[in-house]
């Protein structure tokens, strides 16, 4: 059961009250300008630095302590207080108006919380304990900024240009997908740093696209998922038919697979088969074989369509 349901919130021009004034009242005021709020901040004191974004008209200041009668028609509440007992009763003043309050640092009086984010805009990694470890997010989502490319924010931007332009090309949803998934691999988007260049790669890609064939990837399940290695990972996360021999053993397994990717149980005796008639369809097959289970046919079906069998590594 999860603790918290994760979703994105569209702050712009929406009222947001914050309560505080001091250093942690900046940073999410930083946060909460940058998504476009409409921000209502009330403290006897404040910051300078929030002294200067008042002064700038960037937010609306009351020099004044909190009392029940400044919630007004809010969309969100934060409170960056350390007084518990203060949380308490914002918490339950703006429960009574159905508002959404966040207490910093205080998860009992919290409606939601902010995550860790990695930024990337449009493109946004949102990563959570639920309160329970921020040391371990922060370590996560530094572990993730080594692993996502700087120009995300371009890539992003340039494929949401080209969706309608890509639907005059291909006529389902299917043949779009394999055009991304093929443009996003060129070597020379991947190292793209404007909009040229990805338009260079974009228009060749339109005049000669990939026309390969089905493709398969065997990967023998160990006992721990965190034993797949990193080529693995990223050929389950591209393949469209997943054939798996044991549910049980590899749930794991197969949740670490594409989302949005056809899933079925097959016997060993059958799965050449399968495969073969998938592969005749252009399918790209992922079978999730136990470790030292792989029939011979399938390495023979893997040499014969260019395929990889990956051994478990636990």
Known sequence: MMDYFPVFAR???KPVLVIGGGEVACRKVDLLLRAGADITLVS?????TLQKLAAQKKLRWLAESYKSSVLGDYYQV????????????IFRDAQQKRIWVNA?????????????MIDRSPIQVAISSGGASPVLVRFLREKLET?????LSLLAGYAGKQRERLKQHFNTVDERR????QFFRLPQVETAKTEEALETAFTSLLAHPDKS???????ETGTETEMLTLKALRLMQQAEMVLYTNEEAQAGFIELCRRDADRAHCQLGDIAEKVTSFLQKSVRVCVLTEKGSTPESMVQLCVLHNGLVLPALS
């Open 11 to 13: 702050l712009t021009n």
């Open 78 to 89: 934060w409170t960056t207080t350390d007084d518990r007992e203060l949380n308490t009763r």
């Open 213 to 219: 064939q089905g493709t398969l990837w065997v990967i």
């Open 147 to 151: 692993q996502l490319a700087h120009n």
């Open 178 to 181: 394999h055009f991304w998934e």
């Open 104 to 116: 910093v640092d205080d998860p009992a009086h919290c409606d939601f919380i902010t995550p860790s």
């Open 44 to 48: 006897p004191r404040l910051h300078p």
